[in-house]
């Protein structure tokens, strides 16, 4: 007698959990004791978070780096060193985390949404020119999941009407367009450091770029207005105190010595898990475009085709599969123009009461799923499981 799915009472395909994360050993251990007897815990007398900052722009192939403790405080300081302020308006994609809006909000500006490119879900650039108004001031790419967005196109559009580029590379550390890792493509960009991410501290961020002056007015700004060699009481700009800790950083410099083999093996899991997934029928990996030369593969993103399913709805299928034991799964982003913070942010401050449909993302929203970075540290037994696990639902629904 067959084996019923798990949802259903039977055995499920999956027992053990997934890779750890996160990843540490006694490189984490070691630097944290240096900065515990050092007595510096604090950027402004330490050593850790300016040797980050140099490492991990090196690293992204930047000139300089600004830590802040969180990404969501780096796309607010990158917009106010971009001058974005009040009546602005600031285009990006609705497939994102909320973040990326919500900073537009936070400088008084207004996010704009334009529609993504339905392989690899980023801001689709031939759909740039119908947002720009008299009001834009940057555009804010998303390299979503590790996947780098159309750089050439963005910048494209940028430079013919002056408009700054932000890059939201939140999830895309290691990450490259045509050869060139993302961050410091576009005038600033910033990545964070949060639990999930593939480079943790628990939480940090910081602002990439390869201009002088944007890198000291970020620096000025993140440290309430000082200026490199000013004295302690010299403000010549109002700004806040965003110092990444020396804790945070004696993390993220051991993190960072593993992350170029991590990243290795989550992309040749992500090459052997595309494959063998050719074998469920309704479950597409998404491509990858060709001049994405590096992907980070903070999620492994796949398309969902309930008629290869009886169907079924996606969220029916991952409860499904979650039940086999594929517990490293996510449903997703809900786009912000139906989120109901950004809906009210943008009734309350901009009278702004009707939004258009976004097609391709709402699409998305309904048909992606995806799977968490730490399962592309696995094994090739463990991914195994992941196709047996779809191919089983597959097999009793279809």
Same mark, same amino acid.
């Given at each position: ?11 499920? *395909? ?92 936070? !400088?008084?500006?207004?996010? !704009? ?18 947002? =720009? ?8 790419? *998303? &390299? =979503? ?76 700004? &993140?440290?309430?207005?000082? *200026? ?62 060709? &001049? !994405?030369?590096? &992907? ?55 009278? *702004? ?46």
């Amino acid at each position: 007698m067959s084996n019923p799915l798990a949802i259903d009472g039977g055995t499920p *395909v999956r027992s053990q959990p997934f890779p750890a994360w996160p990843v540490f050993d006694h490189r984490e251990e070691r630097a944290l004791l240096e900065v515990l007897h050092s007595g510096h815990w604090g950027a402004l007398t330490g050593t850790k978070v300016p040797a980050f900052e140099k490492a991990f722009a090196q690293f992204q192939d930047a000139a300089y780096g600004v830590c802040v403790p969180n990404g969501t405080i780096a796309l607010e300081l990158a917009l106010r060193a971009l001058g974005v302020g009040p009546g602005d308006e600031v285009i990006t994609t609705p497939y994102t985390f909320i973040a990326t809006a919500s900073a537009a909000f936070a !400088v008084g500006a207004r996010p !704009v949404f334009v529609d993504i490119d339905p392989d690899s879900l980023n801001l689709d650039p031939d759909r740039l020119e119908a947002a =720009i108004t008299e009001r834009t001031k940057v555009i804010a790419p *998303v &390299h =979503i999941g590790g996947h780098s967005a159309d750089m050439d196109g963005v910048l494209r559009v940028a430079a013919a009407h002056g408009l700054r580029v932000l890059e939201d590379a939140a999830q895309a550390w290691g990450a490259s367009w045509r050869g060139r890792r993302v961050g410091a493509l576009g005038d600033l960009g910033i990545f964070s450091f949060q639990s999930s991410k593939n480079i943790t501290a628990g939480e940090g961020g910081i602002v990439l770029t390869n201009d002088a002056e944007l890198a000291e007015l970020c620096w000025s700004i &993140h440290n309430v207005g000082r *200026v490199p060699g000013g004295e302690w009481y010299q403000h010549e700009r109002l700004g806040s105190n965003l110092r990444m800790t020396e804790w945070q950083a004696a993390v993220l410099l051991a993190q960072l010595e593993r992350l170029p083999e991590q990243l290795a093996l989550r992309e040749a899991n992500a090459r052997y898990l595309a494959e063998r997934l050719a074998a469920v029928p309704g479950l597409t990996p998404l491509p990858t475009d060709p &001049h !994405v030369t590096q &992907h980070a593969r903070h999620l492994f993103a796949i398309r969902f085709e309930p008629a290869a399913f009886g169907d079924r709805s996606r969220d029916e299928f991952l409860a499904a599969w979650r039940a086999e034991g594929i517990a490293a799964t996510s449903a997703g982003y809900i786009p912000l123009h139906q989120s109901p913070a950004i809906r009210r942010a943008l009734e309350s401050r901009f009278e *702004v009461h009707d939004l258009p449909s976004f097609p391709v993302a709402e699409r998305a929203a309904q048909n992606t799923l995806w799977l968490f970075q730490n399962a592309l540290l696995d094994d090739r037994a463990g991914l195994d499981t992941i196709v047996e696990a779809a191919l089983k639902i597959q097999r009793a629904w279809g």
